[in-house]
């Protein structure tokens, strides 16, 4: 078929023109997004960590229980702090916490942070809700207390004294106490280690759910290889107040001990934590512990 090509007249110019212009338009539109997008992803990067410790050193007499430690935690992120007895974890989140002081180096954290210890620290002649908001001066204390009481699942607990809780019920205060404060860094120094094991898995799903929720940093202190790759992004290792490793845990969020990747993991850790290699095979293939676990987690997570 024959194609009629014609020069364009004055109007197919105005025509050619116009859309030309509206091209250039275009174009200098999307030049301004791009390097828009570009700041973004720049200012981005170049967030401070809300946690940074640069060469921190804390002693005690001539013994350095920190010993030039560098540490980033990132927003909203979990990490888990592992370590022998003595390594200087509780030195760590103590400094973290504002209860101790370092002797040198730099060490920035939030002003909103929070703890959360072993013991749950009650006061014994006040009630939860009063235990929750201890120290706080607001004036919606008692709504904000039985707000944080409910995320915990103790809104029906509101009124009770710590000496009719049971343990898990106390730890759950203690946690209602520190999430109130809406910390931008959570310190969690082994709160579930005087735990039954059925309740401890419980309490691990509740603070997945609660820190899903307010997205805090948070620092977890365990002796338990399991429970720290069971809650963290990270675990660091601690050895004489150095790091002695940062694993990042790229497994999903849905983990159990039986995992391939877990237990590759686990075996990494107790290298060093000085469990020889022969025992954290062993460890590996006795399954009994393993399923056992996994069977409760299942319950725990069905109930």
Do not use: Y
């Not at 916490?97 to 014994?124: K, N």
């Not at 343990?167 to 082994?190: I, S, T």
């Not at 059925?198 to 799903?205: A, F, N, P, S, Y």
């Not at 399991?226 to 290792?237: H, K, P």
């Amino acid at each position: 078929m024959p194609v009629d090509l014609q020069r364009p007249g004055p109007g197919d110019r105005r025509h050619h023109s116009h859309a030309g212009a509206l091209c250039a338009g275009l174009a200098t539109d999307l030049r301004e997004e791009l390097s828009m997008a570009t700041l973004e992803l720049r200012n981005t990067s170049s967030v401070t960590p809300p946690v940074q410790l640069r060469n921190v050193v804390r002693q005690f007499g001539p013994q350095r229980v920190i010993d030039g430690l560098d540490l980033d935690i990132a927003a909203g992120e979990f990490v888990a702090l592992l370590g022998a007895s003595g390594s200087g974890k509780t030195t760590l989140l103590r400094t973290l916490a504002g209860l101790d002081d370092i002797d040198s180096g730099e060490l920035r954290v939030p002003v909103a942070r929070a703890a959360v210890f072993q013991e749950p620290r009650l006061m014994p002649w006040k009630s939860a809700w009063k235990n929750v908001v201890l120290g706080l001066r607001i004036n919606d204390a008692k709504a904000r207390a039985e707000a944080a009481l409910t995320e915990v699942g103790l809104a029906h607990r509101l009124n009770a004294f710590p000496a009719t809780l049971s343990g898990g019920e106390a730890q759950r205060v203690a946690l209602a106490r520190g999430l109130v404060r809406e910390p931008k860094l959570l310190l969690l120094d082994e709160p579930f280690a005087a735990l039954d094991a059925l309740t401890r898995i419980r309490m691990h799903q509740l603070i997945i759910d609660l820190w899903r929720k307010h997205t805090p940093a948070v620092l977890l202190v365990t002796h338990d290889v399991d429970e720290a790759i069971l809650l963290a992004d990270r675990v660091i290792v601690l050895a004489d107040g150095k790091l002695a490793d940062d694993i990042r845990v790229d497994l999903p969020r849905q983990r159990d001990s039986g995992q391939a990747g877990f237990q590759a993991i686990r075996s990494r850790l107790l290298g060093l934590l000085g469990v020889k290699t022969q025992a954290a095979d062993t460890a590996t293939q006795e399954p009994a512990h393993d399923v056992t676990l996994s069977a409760l987690r299942r319950f725990a997570n069905a109930r």
